[in-house]
């Protein structure tokens, strides 16, 4: 398998043309990886995907709306992670 090329937005990773964290057009899958960041264990949920960013001059994505490399908003990871993993494991309860 061809390697993908990925990039790191405020610690979790993503693919870099889509900013996406599981990409089918680019057969990528960071969850376990940005689980592991996190310290959470990996488990089969939804992907996150980054909104709309470019590299500032130090080469650090930041977000189009707020221009913030941290922004609590828009990279705000371990809360969209935590919520969907939270929604995977009531789905995985039915
Ligand atoms: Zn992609
Ligand atoms: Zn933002």
């Known amino acids: 398998m061809a ?3 990925t990039v ?3 610690d979790a990773i993503f693919c870099q043309q889509h900013s996406k964290e ?5 057969g990528y899958d960071g969850r376990e990886e940005n689980d592991a960041f996190f310290g959470l264990d990996p488990i089969d949920r939804e992907g996150i995907e980054a ?5 500032n001059k130090d080469g650090v994505y930041q977000c ?3 221009g913030s490399t941290a922004c609590n908003q828009c990279y705000g990871w371990k809360k969209q992670i935590t ?3 939270t929604q995977a494991k009531k ?3 039915k």
């Open 22 to 26: 599981v990409c089918e057009n680019c």
């Open 51 to 55: 909104p709309a960013g470019a590299p």
């Open 3 to 5: 390697e993908v090329a």
């Open 83 to 85: 919520r969907l993993r």
């Open 91 to 93: 789905a995985g309860k």
């Open 8 to 10: 790191e937005i405020n």
């Open 64 to 66: 189009k709306k707020h």
